[in-house]
């Protein structure tokens, strides 16, 4: 005869089975939001930098144009130390124009390959969330009908008595009379 098998516990298939179900609802909204911060991150260098940088552009350059109309006008006036301090302010504000616009380009550079870099993971996430959705869900199908199973066999497989030996064996012990036939 087949051994019989040994089922401890049907409700620890439950247990996993309701903590594999909670997994699979955070695991999907971690992508979700994976998926978001792409989206967001994309839309922030678009838009948002692009426009900020754009932005500092045009204001770096004004402040650049007054540092030279400054400058320009030391020099009429022949005041040397004024002239150092105004060359100093100009030098400085075309430092600032040209950080700005090299975020600029950085930010044309990055919205030019975002996509690019970014595409590989995003279906290495689909691919991910395809297998939570399609395999994982099988699982789950499984260790339902598995639970079921096990259920239908243990209501088969009659209740094993307190009192009698185990299947397969016998006792030799012979029977000891009881304390009231003893007396």
Same mark, same amino acid.
């Given at each position: 005869?087949?051994? &019989?098998?040994?089922?401890? %516990? *049907?409700?620890?298939?439950?247990?996993?089975?309701? @903590?594999?179900? *909670?997994?699979?609802?955070?695991?999907?909204?971690?992508?979700?939001?994976?998926?978001?911060?792409?989206? /967001?991150?994309?839309? $922030?260098?678009?838009? !948002? #930098?692009?426009?900020? $940088?754009?932005? #500092?552009?045009?204001? /770096?350059?004004?402040?650049?144009?007054?540092?030279? #109309?400054?400058?320009?006008?030391?020099?009429? =006036?022949?005041?040397?130390?004024? %002239?150092? &301090?105004?060359?100093? @302010?100009?030098?400085?504000?075309?430092?600032?124009? @040209?950080?700005?616009?090299?975020?600029? /380009?950085?930010?044309?550079? $990055?919205?030019?390959?975002?996509?690019? *870099?970014?595409?590989?993971?995003?279906? &290495?996430?689909?691919?991910?969330?395809?297998?939570?959705?399609?395999?994982? *869900?099988?699982?789950? @199908?499984?260790?339902? &009908?598995? #639970?079921?199973?096990?259920?239908?066999? =243990?209501?088969?497989?009659?209740?094993?008595?307190?009192?009698?030996?185990?299947?397969?064996?016998?006792? =030799?012990?012979?029977?000891?009379?009881?304390?009231? !036939?003893?007396?």
């Amino acid at each position: 005869m087949a051994e &019989q098998a040994k089922v401890t %516990s *049907i409700e620890a298939l439950e247990s996993f089975r309701s @903590a594999l179900i *909670i997994f699979l609802t955070d695991a999907r909204r971690c992508l979700d939001e994976v998926n978001d911060a792409v989206r /967001r991150t994309k839309q $922030w260098l678009e838009h !948002e #930098q692009r426009a900020k $940088w754009e932005g #500092q552009i045009r204001h /770096r350059t004004k402040v650049l144009s007054e540092a030279q #109309q400054e400058l320009f006008g030391s020099r009429i =006036s022949n005041l040397r130390t004024a %002239s150092a &301090q105004k060359e100093e @302010a100009v030098r400085k504000a075309r430092r600032a124009v @040209a950080e700005a616009e090299e975020k600029l /380009r950085n930010v044309k550079k $990055w919205t030019r390959n975002y996509d690019s *870099i970014v595409e590989p993971m995003i279906k &290495q996430v689909e691919g991910l969330r395809g297998y939570l959705d399609h395999e994982m *869900i099988k699982s789950l @199908a499984y260790l339902v &009908q598995a #639970q079921k199973t096990l259920e239908g066999y =243990s209501e088969a497989m009659p209740a094993p008595d307190a009192g009698s030996p185990p299947a397969g064996t016998t006792s =030799s012990a012979p029977a000891q009379p009881s304390s009231e !036939e003893a007396s």
